[in-house]
Structure formats: C-alpha cells, structure tokens
C-alpha cells in the first residue's frame, strides 16, 4: 500500500514562512502540491520531475514558494515565503509515476495524501 503523509501546516502570519513535508512510502517520478482554498476548486502550486530535473510553479506562487525533493528518503518539501492571506487552504501532496508532461492534471496523480492544513491571517 502506498502512503503519502503530509505534515507542516500550521497558522502564520501574512509575510511568514511554512515549509510543508510530504513522506511517501515508495519513490515516484512525478510529483507535485495541490491546495484547495474554500468553496474553491483544488488548484496545482509546485510540481518536480526528479528524472528530468524539472520543477514548475503556479504563477502565483513563483518567487515565494519552493519545492524540493530528497530523493534518499521520499520526501518532497514545499517552502513557502512571504505567506499571503490568500494561500490559506488545504494543501496536498500527490505523487505518479507517469512522467511529468502536464504537473497540474489532477486525475493523473494516482496517489494522494491526506492534506495539511496552512491559514495565513492579515
């Protein structure tokens, strides 16, 4: 069974820092963070393809929130800066072994985890 486990959420202040850790149970080529705000649809903000190197960013997260991976132990991180009132959501890991063509098509991620919480207040 493969397990995706979230853990770094929390509350901040606006202009703060969270880093968010994603543990997977097994290795993935693709993965990425999702986060759905309320009464909001879920939206893709970082996704890393560890075979090519590759990292993107949703525009409004460039410049402020980072993605890594450290491959040795499972684990993608997601460092957020300079928080915004609007990054308040449910944030998600999600993981495939597909290779990344399109880093935000949900219903490509065959696992997911089970979210973290992250509220940003004025």
């Known amino acids: 069974q493969v397990d995706l486990v979230e853990s770094g959420g929390g509350s901040v202040q606006a202009g703060g820092s969270v880093t968010l850790s994603c543990r997977a149970s097994d290795s993935f080529n693709c993965m990425a963070w999702f986060r759905q705000a309320p009464g909001k649809e879920r939206e893709g903000v970082a996704g890393?393809?560890?075979?090519?190197?590759?990292?993107n960013y949703a525009d409004s997260v460039k410049g402020r929130f980072t993605i890594s991976q450290d491959n040795a132990k499972n684990m993608v991180y997601l460092q957020m800066n300079n928080l915004k009132p609007e990054d308040t959501a449910m944030y998600y890991c999600a993981a495939r072994q597909r290779y990344c063509d399109d880093y935000y098509a949900q219903w490509e991620y065959v696992y997911w985890g089970q979210g973290t919480q992250v509220t940003v207040s004025a």
């Open positions: 890393i393809y560890s075979r090519a190197s590759s990292i």
